[in-house]
């Protein structure tokens, strides 16, 4: 079954470690610890203001920037959890108990040493995990049929609305905005047009990088541009005292106590890579659920008030769904999270339709993915040692300076990505509606994972119809979907049983 | 029924205005020329919106201690001034220049924030100063953005007689 395509994997190597390649690697990782260190500046949000440049790029390095501000990214939100208790990022928060607690003893510099390391091992551990499973996965995947695909894509979806949010009707809102905003356009089939209201540059559908780069990043921007105006004091600046910079006579990390956590960072490497790899939970809740297993079996009597187990345990499942979150991605074109969703866009701006034969017909491309995931990594470890006090350093732009910069660079990227004045309209409405989302406090995940499955489902859907000439029960034919609308009824079963 | 209401919090009514559009939304699709294959998907896509609504309805009222809590800052105006500014901005890159506009963009809001600041201390101490940095700012950021859109990314931009 697993069949090694030699030829790709040279034509892979050489587009990847080539000095081209290693350079956007080497800009992504930076970009992305900078953006990962600055908070309100989370890496979706990087990597919505990316997006454009797959436009201008070959897909090497496109993908090279990318996946090195993706994981960049996800380390550099540890930075400011452990050197001032705020984390850069939503999944960096499982970090701040113990980071910041160590920073407070004075072991700040052991604290993001081990945050650096940890990071590390997750991410090489759910990098390999990747490779292992795609491959076979991905020739088994063209083996599902019309049904099959529909009720994956229906899993999927419940899954991510299951995961997303305590309120379970806002998860399902939110997946239904989604629905929605994906259906906007020509119909698949006949060809019918479906709530353009006449605009006649709707009728291609609801733009992709428009929607996603104003959907991350406009909120924000409104956010701390109503911040900035309404008081003064929000000048994005973390006064001298509060930012306890590691001296250089600190003791850094032991070798005794990187290996002496190898059970947190074995169990969060696994944890989070068995998180992400299921569309929905995400970087978040896979730190936050290793770092309280971690808490059943350490032997640390100080977990949760400054020990170096609880960074492992976090920072390491953090990182571990960079990899994993490729893996629903690249064998069937189920983006994992929302960070997931905006590189299978890139992905498909490049011309590669993600989907359950990207394996077979676009080989080169899955390993050139595999081998920037491990080449990122070493990167990471290279720029997070060296550069934390110039991030650390970074939180101190002031607001009013780095927000309108960010909203020129956001307006401008939209245009460059097709020279559509129409798209700066759809990236401003997509804004908004990302604005609702965050005042109403609705999960942005279903939306974006809806808006991009829609498509698959709808065409799986309508081909079944139309092969079985309308009988509803052939969804439920094979074993492999009455399996998985097992699962589908299961999952949701249970989390309606923990709900109440 | 005013007791319902009033019984509500900010949740709930969001919830209850979403399921009556929804509802509007989806009987209106019986009157489009559209057929039904090609209404069946944004059919789904409404329904998912109303058992949304009437879900967050519900829990508004059978657990309302558990409802979000929703912020009471009145942004609205600034979401639309945002917005405002960059549809603006624009359309000034693509009628006088992306330098131009970006020059003209920054400095006229770091200025702008920047006097306001000084009015909040009560001294403008300075601000000539810092004004002529925020105005250097703005000059490097346009140059680095049209070296990195226009140079090297070879952005097309018409209509564009100033650089």
């Known amino acids: 079954m697993f069949e090694f395509n030699i030829e790709a994997a040279i034509g892979a190597a050489s587009l990847v470690f080539a000095l081209d390649t290693a350079i956007f690697v080497m800009l992504g990782i930076v970009v992305g610890i900078t953006t990962g260190a600055i908070p309100g500046l989370a890496h979706s949000l990087p990597i919505a203001l990316v997006l454009p440049f797959s436009f201008f790029l070959p897909i090497h390095q496109t993908m090279g920037l990318l996946i090195g501000t993706y994981q960049g990214g996800t380390y550099g939100g540890s930075i400011t959890a452990i050197a001032f208790g705020t984390p850069g990022t939503p999944g ?20 993001l040493q081990m945050g650096l390391y940890s990071s590390v091992v997750g991410g090489l551990f759910g990098s390999f995990v990747l490779i292992f499973l795609v491959v076979p996965i991905g020739r088994i ?19 991510v609305v299951v995961f997303s949010t305590e309120n379970p009707g806002k998860g399902i809102l939110s997946a239904g905005i989604g629905f929605f905003l994906a259906i ?42 109503h911040g900035v105006i309404t008081d003064p004091t929000h000048a994005g600046e973390i006064a001298d005292e509060d930012l306890k910079l590691p001296k250089k006579a600190e003791q850094g990390l032991t070798l005794k106590e990187f290996f002496g956590s190898w059970k947190a960072t074995g169990m969060g490497s696994v944890l989070g890579t068995f998180l992400g790899a299921l569309p929905g939970p995400g ?19 100080n977990y949760g008030k400054g020990s170096l187990d609880g960074v492992a345990a976090a920072e390491s499942a953090n990182n571990a769904t960079c990899g994993a979150t490729f893996i629903p991605m690249l064998t069937f074109g189920i983006p994992g999270s929302s960070i997931a969703a905006l590189l299978m866009a890139a992905l498909i701006m490049e011309g590669v339709p993600v989907g359950p034969r990207v394996v077979i017909d676009h080989t080169q491309v899955v390993y050139t993915i595999f081998l920037l995931m491990l080449v990122a990594n070493p990167f990471n470890l290279v720029f997070g040692k060296l550069l934390i006090p110039v991030f650390t350093r970074l939180t101190k732009i002031p607001a009013a300076v780095l927000w309108p910069t960010i909203a020129i660079v956001l307006v401008i ?77 299961l999952s949701i079963f249970f989390f309606l049983r923990k709900k109440n | ?42 059919r789904i896509s409404l329904w998912l919106i109303i058992i949304g609504g009437v879900l967050i309805l519900v829990r508004d009222v059978v657990k309302p201690e558990k409802a979000e809590q929703l912020s009471k800052a009145w942004v609205l105006p600034y979401a639309i001034g945002v917005s405002l500014a960059m549809w603006l901005y624009g359309w000034a890159f693509r009628n006088i220049g992306l330098v131009t506009s970006t020059v003209l963009f920054l400095t006229v809001w770091w200025v702008w924030v920047a006097v306001t600041d000084a009015r909040r201390a009560g001294t403008t101490a300075g601000l000539g100063l810092r004004i002529a940095k925020l105005v250097a700012l703005a000059v490097a950021i346009a140059v680095v953005i049209h070296l990195l859109f226009i140079t090297l990314l070879n952005m097309h931009m018409p209509r564009t007689p100033l650089p």
Do not use: H
Not at chain 1, 92 to 109: E, F, H, N, R, S
Not at chain 2, 10 to 34: C, D, I, M, P, R
């Open chain 2, 1 to 42: 029924m005013n007791v319902f209401v009033k019984k509500l919090t900010q949740n709930g009514v969001v919830g209850l205005l979403l399921v009556v559009v929804s509802l509007g939304a989806y009987a209106w699709t019986f009157t489009s020329s559209l057929r039904s294959m090609e209404l069946f998907v944004p």
């Open chain 1, 92 to 111: 960096a928060a499982a970090t701040v108990a113990d980071g910041y607690a160590l920073t407070q003893q004075g072991k700040g510099k052991k604290a």
């Open chain 1, 413 to 489: 990227g939209t245009y460059a990505y097709s020279n559509r004045p129409f798209d700066i309209i759809m990236c401003i409405v997509a804004g908004l509606i990302g604005y609702f989302y965050r005042w109403f406090k609705i999960p942005d995940g279903p939306l974006v994972l809806a808006f991009l499955v829609t498509p698959l489902f709808e065409a799986s859907f309508r081909q079944a119809i139309t092969i079985s000439r309308g009988d509803m029960l052939f969804f439920v034919g094979s074993p492999i979907s009455q399996i998985l609308w097992v699962v589908t009824a």
């Open chain 1, 283 to 301: 970087a978040t809740l896979a730190a936050y659920t290793s770092y309280s297993v971690g808490s059943q079996f350490t032997k640390d009597k």
């Open chain 1, 141 to 159: 995947a063209p083996r599902f049929g019309p049904a099959e695909l529909t009720a994956l894509y229906f899993l999927a979806l419940s899954l």
């Open chain 1, 184 to 225: 906007i356009g020509r119909d698949i089939i006949t060809g019918g047009l479906r709530f353009t209201f006449g605009i006649r540059y709707m009728q291609s559908g609801f733009p992709l990088v428009p929607l996603l780069m104003g959907f991350f990043a406009l909120p924000e921007i409104i956010k701390q541009i």
